[in-house]
């Protein structure tokens, strides 16, 4: 008779031995699975601060070096790009943080389009002030800007190392 026939019953290995140990399998016993757990939660504040410090030495780096090398317009477009970079990035978190914070709590998500429209205008307008007033390089102002992505490789090879030495997800 064919084993998927009636009355057959699939056997499982639940045997100590044969179960797999991983933090990875670890699942969330929450009984809303939409809400986040401390864990999560505190990484993600982890990742922001991480983020936030990579950025901001990134910046000072940049300046520091161009300060004796490069002329001072290249060391202001920097230093405006750089803050500029941070601000966006306090802001977006801001922003986002609580569009999802109201829709955890069950009301729809207001995110406010001219607070998101005006973070942007803002960035755009200081940095054309800069140019047009000839305080700041252009290129330089957006190699200041850039320091986010500066910021998600450092994070990438952070991550990428703990999983390599540690053979484990995310840290």
């Known amino acids: 008779m064919n084993a998927i026939g009636k009355g057959y019953k699939p056997t499982l290995d639940n045997c100590q031995g044969a179960r797999v140990k991983s933090r990875?399998?670890?699942?969330?016993?929450?009984?809303?699975?939409?809400?986040?757990?401390?864990?999560?939660q505190d990484g993600d504040t982890n990742l922001a601060l991480r983020m936030s410090r990579v950025m901001a030495v990134t910046v000072v780096l940049a300046?520091?070096?161009?300060?004796?090398?490069?002329?001072?317009?290249?060391?202001?477009?920097?230093?405006?790009?750089?803050?500029?970079?941070?601000?966006n990035l306090h802001w977006m978190r801001t922003s986002i943080a609580g569009a999802f914070n109201q829709a955890i709590e069950g009301s729809?998500?207001?995110?406010?389009?001219?607070r998101y429209i005006l973070r942007y205008f803002i960035i755009g307008a200081s940095v054309y002030a800069g140019y047009k007033l000839k305080l700041v390089s252009l290129p330089a102002t957006v190699a200041g800007l850039s320091s986010f992505v500066v910021a998600l490789f450092v994070e990438a090879f952070r991550e990428s190392y703990f999983i390599i030495m540690d053979r484990e997800g995310i840290s």
Do not use: C, E, Y
């Open 24 to 40: 990875a399998l670890l699942m969330n016993n929450d009984l809303n699975p939409g809400s986040k757990s401390a864990a999560v």
């Open 63 to 87: 300046v520091a070096i161009s300060l004796p090398l490069m002329p001072w317009r290249v060391t202001s477009g920097l230093f405006l790009g750089g803050v500029l970079s941070l601000l």
């Open 108 to 114: 729809r998500p207001q995110i406010g389009l001219v």
